[in-house]
């Protein structure tokens, strides 16, 4: 299998699902990640995404739904910097989803940089 081959493979994976949201995602206090950082981070960023799935769709005694994303963890150059960009699919009113994942990073994850020091839109 090419390299092409799987690159289009992709490219047409993401078009199909018609993304209307991109975040990005950052930390301020790097302090607050106790131990491995890399694993602290990923622990907050499905923390995050869990508790935005329960506030749109509620609690659930099955298997919780969820709205459509796609996740990229990154960690800078250095790989002391983790931060997260997130491709979504808005299951409500855009304006109000983007509020909604501003709100619940800023106030449920304690080390969570300021709205504007993510990138939400």
């Not at 994976?13 to 990923?42: C, H, I, M, P, Q």
């Not at 739904?65 to 299951?91: A, C, D, M, Q, W």
Request: proline fraction near 4%; glycine fraction near 4%; hydrophobic fraction near 40%.
């Amino acid at each position: 299998m090419s390299l092409n081959f799987i690159h289009k493979a992709w490219e047409n994976w993401l078009d199909a699902y018609d993304w209307d949201v991109f975040a990005t995602l950052n930390f301020s206090r790097l302090n607050l990640l106790e131990g491995n950082k890399r694993d602290a981070s990923a622990k907050l960023w499905r923390s995050y995404l869990s508790t935005v799935d329960r506030a749109i769709y509620g609690q659930t005694r099955k298997a919780q739904p969820r709205f459509n994303r796609l996740v990229f963890k990154h960690y800078g150059e250095g790989g002391t910097n983790p931060h997260v960009h997130i491709l979504l699919k808005s299951p409500i009113d855009i304006n109000e989803f983007c509020i909604a994942l501003s709100a619940i990073w800023t106030s449920k994850i304690e080390p969570a940089a300021s709205p504007d020091a993510n990138s939400i839109g």
